[in-house]
């Protein structure tokens, strides 16, 4: 019985640092049966160069990959676009050219997919940081409490540690949106999960998460971030203000807004705020009634312009969030 191809995108863009260890790993899969399909979103540095280079370090898998190449920089929602476009495996598996998978993922994301028969495998991941290693638990227990946690920011809401049935990622007809060059992952993901008709978890941590590269798409909470965040919630709220279940999700993507407004704070420098004050001006008369305690006091104090009441409750709740992770 042969196998079912597997379609890995890889988008690629200020990564010269660590391309080489993404792909190696790419290549030393235990499964043989893979298309690479790498977007070079006309990175500046020589990411390029060194795939090549790595490539050729394994001939047999050299006739699988694909380099596509957009001539000027478009963003990832245009990268990601770029690469589904190009898929033709029975699975993908969205893999950020910064980041590296274990040598079995393949192997073993292909396996529970076809013994659940699942549109979507969702998996364990490890998150790289300054101060070590954490692994990040797929918090998946049923479909709907999983939705609700993606869409208030409380679950991983990327896309690499999904792995899809190709054709039901391509059968939703759900893209990136191009707008939006960072959150792309927010806008997309809980509307491809919403059209799933059968999830599993694996407890397995496939994948590595890197957050060190200060060059990635995403490393900088700047004005083109919160613009997209906004962005980003905007599609969600259209999207499920439509749905035959709307119903189910309201109380939810009523808050929306304001549980974003929180989860920037929480990232951001003072010198960010008044970018988010300017972006979200519309949205600092909304109520706080249904967000988590933690994010109505933080909504609050920004919302009635308290920044030093504010800085000083996040500097708790950060020192309170650094001694929980050690």
């Known amino acids: 019985m042969s196998q079912p191809l597997v379609s890995i995108l890889v ?3 200020g990564v010269e640092r660590y391309i080489e260890r993404c792909v190696v790993s790419l290549m030393e899969q235990t499964y043989s049966e893979i298309e690479y399909i790498f ?5 500046p540095d020589h990411s390029i160069d060194i795939l090549q280079n790595v490539v050729q370090r394994y001939p047999h898998r050299s006739s699988q990959v694909r380099i596509l190449h957009h001539e000027q920089n478009q963003g990832l929602s245009t990268a990601r676009n770029t690469a589904i476009a190009a898929v033709t495996g029975e699975y993908l598996w969205h893999v950020d050219s910064d980041d590296y998978i274990a040598p079995n993922a393949v192997e073993l994301l292909v396996s529970t997919a ?9 998996f364990d991941a490890i998150k790289i940081e300054e101060q070590g290693e954490k692994r990040l638990v797929a918090e998946y227990v049923d479909k709907n409490s999983y939705l609700k946690g993606l869409l208030q920011h409380l679950y991983i809401c990327a896309h690499w540690n999904k792995f899809y049935k190709a054709t039901f990622y391509k059968g939703t007809n759900i893209q990136s949106v191009e707008r939006v060059r960072l959150a792309e992952d927010y806008a997309v993901t809980p509307r491809v999960i919403h059209q ?7 407890h397995e941590p496939l994948y590595y998460y890197e957050t060190r590269n200060q060059n990635s798409y995403v490393h900088n909470l700047n004005r083109t971030a919160i613009l997209s965040h906004y962005m980003a919630t905007d599609v969600l709220e259209s999207y499920f203000s439509k749905v035959a279940d709307k119903e189910q999700w309201r109380d939810v993507v009523n808050i929306l807004k304001q549980r974003s407004i929180a989860s920037l704070l929480k990232q951001s420098k003072q010198s960010s705020w008044k970018d988010i004050r300017t972006v979200y001006a519309k949205e600092l008369c909304l109520s706080s009634n249904g967000l988590k305690l933690v994010d109505k006091m933080i909504y609050t104090l ?4 308290q920044d030093v009441l504010l800085s000083i409750f996040l500097w708790f709740y950060r020192c309170v969030y650094m001694f929980a992770k050690k």
């Open 302 to 305: 920004f919302k009635t312009n």
């Open 196 to 202: 799933a008709q059968t999830l599993t978890v694996l």
């Open 11 to 13: 988008p690629i863009y």
């Open 39 to 43: 977007v070079d979103d006309a990175t």
């Open 114 to 122: 076809q013994n659940t028969k699942a549109d979507i495998v969702i």
